[in-house]
């Protein structure tokens, strides 16, 4: 069965799909790991790794290899973030192509300007394209996908621009309209209560997938009661993690001024090896090394 098909299949039968972001082969090993269903390739992460702004400054080659890295080291599927698609409906004719490509099982793409500014910024750039713009933008991806299974997720960010349920409801029927597999509405309400409401009021026939890194106290336990949310991304829970993770490290060596006490209590050398798949090398080298 293909990454897309498997994808697909988990959003049909089971209650809630969830999704953690990673940026690089080694943090998607770690996602996998801890058993989530898919890799959100989130474009936040990545330019973040990269130390630049959200704000479509890297380019569709650097997603496009991103993904085809992370896709060579992990069996779970991947989620492609691919922003606005990089332009109008050409574009995303070739950002589809590329991504499928590369091993994404499916593609969220959402309905900003090119270039987009990032969704949780405070006073960020937040100006929505035309309706028929997205819709030709969609059917553009839709006819693009070789897998009939890629699905295609078109995101809603009228709540992000402050534009209310009845644009975000009316932009989610236009989407499915124009053939989107299933919509991800973002917000940036510090209350779950935008996202219950829309939830509540949606009346469409594809489901609904949300990122509530803003609301965290929507757990997967109240989402599953919503019903029609079928997929949860954790957006950016990898790279802040990581930061979290190493500034505690750092300040402890900088502060004992010596590496002795984080050595208790950071991984070992050897569960690096594991992750970088030495004993598979080591088997390598026995059967072709002569
Ligand atoms: C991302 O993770 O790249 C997203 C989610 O698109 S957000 O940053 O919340 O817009
Ligand atoms: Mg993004």
Redesign the pocket.
């Known amino acids: 069965m293909s990454a897309s098909s498997v994808f697909k299949q988990m959003v049909e039968e089971r209650p809630l799909v969830s999704v953690m ?1 990673a940026h690089n082969p080694l943090t998607a090993r770690l996602v996998e790991e801890a058993g989530f269903e898919a890799i ?1 390739a ?6 973040a790794s990269l130390g630049i702004p ?1 704000a479509s400054i890297f380019t569709m080659t650097e997603q496009v290899e991103n993904v085809r890295n992370m896709s060579g080291a992990i069996d779970i599927p991947i989620v492609a ?1 691919i ?1 606005t698609g990089y332009g109008n409906a050409i574009n995303v004719i070739h950002a589809i192509e590329a991504i499928e490509g590369a091993g994404a099982a499916l593609a ?1 793409m ?1 309905d900003k300007n090119f270039p987009k500014d ?3 910024l405070e006073g960020g750039r937040q100006d929505l394209l035309r309706i028929e713009e997205f819709q030709g933008k969609i059917e553009a991806a839709v006819a693009q996908r070789k897998d009939p299974d890629f699905m295609i997720v078109a ?1 809603i960010e009228a709540l ?1 621009a402050g534009q209310g349920q009845e644009e975000a409801l009316k932009r989610g029927h236009a989407y499915e309209e124009a053939g989107a597999d299933a919509i991800l509405i ?1 917000s ?1 309400s510090k209350t779950p209560d935008e996202i219950v409401e829309f939830a509540k009021r949606w009346d469409g026939g594809v489901p609904i997938v949300i ?1 509530p ?2 609301y965290p106290q929507l757990t997967e336990e109240r989402i599953r009661e919503l019903g029609n949310i079928k997929v949860v ?1 954790y ?2 829970h990898c790279v802040r993690g990581i930061v979290t993770a190493l500034r505690d490290v750092f300040s402890q060596i900088r502060a004992d001024g010596g590496i002795e006490e984080v050595d208790k209590k950071i991984v070992s050398v050897e569960e690096i090896f594991d992750l970088q798949n030495v004993a598979g090398m080591k088997e390598n080298e026995k059967r072709y090394l002569r």
Do not use: P, Q
């Open positions: 972001a959100w989130s474009g936040f992460e990545l330019s959200d973030d922003d969220v959402e990032t969704s949780l995101r992000i973002h940036k990122v890194t803003v991304i957006g950016n």
